[in-house]
């Protein structure tokens, strides 16, 4: 697929070896075909003359036949960097996949990814199918293009389903990259945006890998981990676990299917309904001993973490896991008090309500906070009488193994809280199963919509803790430090790899520029480096394939003019460069149109808005599809409360920024999710209500 106006064709069609002539040459070609491009988007085919192309291009139509000879070689030029420059970021996305189902992904990604997927692109890519089947060259550069993509994806799909399956899956992606390009392309740009396209391939490849490589055994329900295979022939059968900031391999994991799934609910079913038997306080005081050996473990566990995540050590020691002993504390000392509640009905009859378990639950966790998450998904689960299945995210999936080894240490009984391992897939085989009864993700946005979709089919309830791109509001009246410390806690903790970060910081207009001085001094002071020193500030990023996007939105910020202040690069010194290590970045003169102010990026980037007036400043704030969290700074106690109550968010913060503690419930509205996790409100995602009516007279019946 064709690239936007924001990426530049010029890096990946570069000339290696090339002498000063040939990159003068390069650079006037690659200029008349951008020019070229922009010709497309705006007036089509028929209108992108040479002469029109030298009139753009401010030169002689002379020099466009010098390069190109005739219309149809001009546009054949184009269409070929095009489509060369979509090989390049393929390449570059498979350095980084490390298995066949990462390569199919990063074929989507490449082919759909927000660098390529807009109006300028689409439209310029439209103009060229347009004239495909008249024009020789442009068929050629067509049948290269979708031959490279098929077989690509062929030689991935064979090593994870069998050879016809595998022809036909990708021919049938392959149309439907095809297809939901066009589709956005003709609706203009209404039906679709690159993240749903994604999300919707990869939901159908995930979909249609599952159906493939379902073991019949386990379909039959005759589960039993031992005897049955635990992948489909070809399918991906384990996870290599990394240390992003080193590369070094950490371990090597089996890849859980169908069968040990299905093994894991047979027994999690079995489990709960002794566990949901217990007294509650008896389910609080293991809790409470789980939180304990938590505690005692706090080093052991952290440097886990740190290795795994690529998190600073002096985090992960002070919040990681602490938080997930605080979230097992504070669940276990609520078990207790679980109640139903007692309605008077009259002398007749009185009603009650009981507060039962849901069964067996699921728990999906994201990356970032692999530890917090399974103690924050799993606390409030047991305590209410449920046994969890757990599955940790692929990159990060050992210390959810440890809080498991924990538990049983504790004295939970086996199978009430089980861990499975894998990919999307695993994840799916939960979110269909019909034994499960909950499924609670932590994830981004377009598997949330995958997972509702697909607990649908069994009615599941959902919680989901999505993604955010959520407003900070910094008024005149704040207290400058204060909320310049909230914009770098809000941006740039665990290299800003957190959910509810605060990275549109609204500033107004009176002190942006006192604010953006302070913020860069700050910035410029913080410590990036290895991970495991006690003194870094900043670690690296989960994955290369994380950072290969962080840093392709921070390019496209400063092509889409934000004003670079300080970072905006990958750090490479010494032992940095065998890691995912990009150093904290501050844009100023952002506007809310920019990507870096609409798309979540999940890395240390700060964009600074300004604003002039509290009505503009909420309106815009709220502009976004995104509900996680917002921030305001004001020492206006009047202000504070009217404009947080405007804010369309589910966690909000006044003069703070990202601190969580349990007691408060924690999620978004819109797109950042359903339901919350900690609090009291918890407590309610993990049970269902029983309404009992007791009867305390004789029938009165007209029978
Ligand atoms: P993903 O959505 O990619 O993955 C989350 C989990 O879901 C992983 O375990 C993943 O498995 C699994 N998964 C992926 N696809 C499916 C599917 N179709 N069915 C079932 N399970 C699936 O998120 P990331 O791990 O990349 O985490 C980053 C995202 O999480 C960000 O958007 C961030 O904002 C959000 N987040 C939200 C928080 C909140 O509380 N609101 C807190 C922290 C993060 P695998 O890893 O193998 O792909």
Redesign the pocket.
Known sequence: MPLNSQSTIRDPVARRNASPRDESEDARRVQLIEVTIDSLAEVGYLGTTLAEIARRADVSPGLVAHYFGDKDGLLEAAFRTLARVVAVRMRERFALARSPRARVQAVIDANLGPENFDRRTGNAWLAFWGQVLHVEGLKRVQRAYQRRMLSNLRSDLRRMIPGEASRSLAAMIAAMIDGVWLRAALSEWQEADSESARALL??FV?GRLLELTRSPAAEAGQASADRLPRHAPGAETSIRVINPASGEELAVLAVDGPAQVDVAVVKARAAQKQWAAETSAARGRILQRAAQLLRGRNDELAELETRNTGKPIQETRSVDVISGAECLEYFGGLAAGLAGEHLDLGPKAFGYTRREPLGVVAG??????PLQ?ACWKSAPALACGNAMIF?????TPLTALKLAEIYREAGLPEGVFQVVQ???A???L??RHPGIRKIS????????K??MA?AAATLKQVTL????KSPLIVFEDAHLDNAVAGALLGNFYSAGE???NGTRVFVHKRIRAEFVERLRVRTAAMRVGDPLDPATQVGALISGEHMQKVLGLIALGRAQGARLVIGGSRLTAGALARGCFVAPTVFDACHDDMDIVRQ?I?GPVMSVLEFDDEEEVIARANATEFG?AAGVFTNDLTRAHRVIARLEAGTCWINHYNITPVELP???VKM??LGR?NGRAALEHYTQLKSVYVAMADIDSPY
Do not use: M, R
């Open positions: 990869t939901a995930e999906i966790g994201a990356w970032n906070y998450i599955k940790p995210a692929e990159l894998g990919f999307a695993t994840g799916q939960l979110t993700l932590t994830g981004e946005v377009g598997t949330g995958a997972v697909d803790e999505l993604g955010g957190v959910c509810s979540e999940f996680l924690f999620g978004g950042s999710g996790e």
